[in-house]
C-alpha cells in the first residue's frame, strides 16, 4: 500500500480504514466466493459509475451531501452513501457548458478501462451531475442556449440549465473486489457548491433512492452506518481538505483496487 499523505492521526485512520477492507476480503466467505468465480468463469466485469461529492461551508468547516440508501434496494440497502451510480449510454453525448479541467480528464484518460476518448471521460463527469440531479434535486450547471433534450435531464430543461463539469475534481477511484455479482469502477468527484448552482427551496428533491439527504460533516458521517469503501473515501476526503482545502485538478488522486487477495492504494 502507497503511504498516504496527511497527519500521523489522518494515516493512522485511512490505514485502519483499509485493514478492515482486506480483513473483509480475506474472509472465507469471500475467499469462497472468489474462488467459485475463478472456477466456473463467472467474473462479472465492473461497470463505470460515478460518484459526487458536493461540499459547502468555509475550509475547516465543511459539510457534504450524503443520504440513506432505500432499504427496497438490492446494493447496499440502508447505507450512508454520496449521491451516484452508473454511467448511463447517453451521458457521453450531454453537451455541458464547459470542459473538464485538463487536469482532471488526463487523469481520466490515462486510467479509465477500455478505450480511453475524451466522450468517455466527459460521460464520467456527466453522470455525476446527473445522478446528484436525480437523488437530491441540486443542480450543478449554468444558464445554456443548448440544453438537454433527454427525458433524465428534465429538471435541467425547465431552468433553462445545462450541466457543469469544469470544478469536478477526482477525489478517488475504487473497484468492487471479483467474485460478487455487482462491480462497480467507481469515480468519486469532489466540487465545492457555488451561488450559481441551483438549490431547490426546500433544500433537497428526493427521488426516494436516497433518504434522509442531508448536509453533515465528514468526520460525522463516518460515526453513521457507512459501508468500507464510503469510510475511506471519506477519510481520503478529510485529508485532502486538510492539505488542499483549494480542490487542485492536480493534485494526485487515489485508486483501489483488489489483486489476488490484497486491496491495494495508488496514486493516480
Given at each position: 500500500?502507497?503511504e498516504?499523505?496527511?497527519?500521523?492521526?489522518?494515516?493512522?485512520?485511512?490505514?485502519?480504514?483499509?485493514?478492515?477492507?482486506?480483513?473483509?476480503?480475506?474472509s472465507?466467505?469471500?475467499?469462497?466466493?472468489?474462488?467459485?468465480?475463478?472456477?466456473?468463469?463467472?467474473n462479472?466485469?465492473?461497470?463505470?459509475?460515478?460518484s459526487?461529492?458536493?461540499?459547502?461551508?468555509?475550509?475547516?468547516?465543511?459539510?457534504?451531501?450524503?443520504?440513506?440508501?432505500?432499504?427496497?434496494?438490492?446494493?447496499?440497502?440502508?447505507?450512508?452513501?454520496?449521491?451516484?451510480?452508473?454511467?448511463?449510454?447517453?451521458?457521453?453525448?450531454?453537451?455541458?457548458?464547459?470542459?473538464?479541467?485538463?487536469?482532471?480528464?488526463?487523469?481520466?484518460?490515462?486510467?479509465?478501462?477500455?478505450?480511453?476518448?475524451?466522450?468517455?471521460?466527459?460521460?464520467?463527469?456527466?453522470?455525476?451531475?446527473?445522478?446528484?440531479?436525480?437523488?437530491?434535486?441540486?443542480?450543478?450547471?449554468?444558464?445554456?442556449p443548448?440544453?438537454?433534450?433527454?427525458?433524465?435531464?428534465?429538471?435541467?430543461?425547465?431552468?433553462?440549465?445545462?450541466?457543469?463539469?469544469?470544478?469536478?475534481?477526482?477525489?478517488?477511484?475504487?473497484?468492487?473486489?471479483?467474485?460478487?455479482?455487482?462491480?462497480?469502477?467507481?469515480?468519486?468527484?469532489?466540487?465545492?457548491?457555488?451561488?450559481d448552482?441551483?438549490?431547490?427551496?426546500?433544500?433537497?428533491?428526493?427521488?426516494?433512492?436516497?433518504?434522509?439527504?442531508?448536509?453533515?460533516?465528514?468526520?460525522?458521517?463516518?460515526?453513521?452506518?457507512?459501508?468500507?469503501?464510503?469510510?475511506?473515501?471519506?477519510?481520503?476526503?478529510?485529508?485532502?481538505?486538510?492539505?488542499?482545502?483549494h480542490?487542485?485538478?492536480?493534485?494526485?488522486?487515489?485508486?483501489?483496487?483488489?489483486?489476488?487477495?490484497?486491496?491495494?492504494?495508488?496514486?493516480?
Amino acid at each position: 500500500m502507497t503511504e498516504p499523505k496527511g497527519s500521523d492521526a489522518s494515516s493512522d485512520t485511512l490505514k485502519s480504514e483499509i485493514d478492515r477492507i482486506d480483513e473483509m476480503i480475506n474472509s472465507g466467505p469471500m475467499k469462497r466466493i472468489r474462488q467459485q468465480a475463478r472456477s466456473t468463469g463467472d467474473n462479472v466485469r465492473p461497470k463505470n459509475a460515478s460518484s459526487i461529492i458536493l461540499i459547502k461551508g468555509e475550509p475547516g468547516n465543511e459539510k457534504i451531501v450524503m443520504g440513506k440508501r432505500n432499504m427496497a434496494l438490492k446494493f447496499m440497502p440502508g447505507a450512508l452513501v454520496f449521491p451516484g451510480g452508473r454511467v448511463d449510454r447517453g451521458d457521453g453525448g450531454i453537451k455541458a457548458i464547459d470542459k473538464l479541467h485538463p487536469a482532471t480528464q488526463e487523469k481520466l484518460l490515462t486510467h479509465i478501462r477500455g478505450t480511453a476518448t475524451e466522450r468517455r471521460a466527459h460521460a464520467l463527469g456527466v453522470a455525476a451531475i446527473r445522478e446528484l440531479a436525480e437523488e437530491t434535486g441540486l443542480l450543478i450547471g449554468g444558464q445554456s442556449p443548448v440544453l438537454p433534450r433527454h427525458s433524465d435531464w428534465q429538471m435541467f430543461l425547465e431552468k433553462g440549465m445545462a450541466p457543469s463539469v469544469g470544478a469536478l475534481r477526482l477525489l478517488a477511484r475504487a473497484v468492487t473486489p471479483p467474485g460478487v455479482h455487482r462491480r462497480f469502477d467507481t469515480w468519486f468527484f469532489a466540487m465545492r457548491l457555488a451561488n450559481d448552482h441551483h438549490v431547490p427551496d426546500e433544500g433537497f428533491v428526493s427521488s426516494g433512492e436516497l433518504e434522509n439527504l442531508q448536509w453533515i460533516r465528514p468526520q460525522d458521517a463516518i460515526q453513521h452506518d457507512t459501508r468500507e469503501i464510503t469510510r475511506v473515501i471519506l477519510v481520503e476526503l478529510m485529508n485532502r481538505l486538510q492539505n488542499d482545502p483549494h480542490l487542485s485538478a492536480t493534485t494526485p488522486a487515489p485508486s483501489y483496487e483488489t489483486r489476488g487477495d490484497r486491496f491495494f492504494r495508488k496514486l493516480m
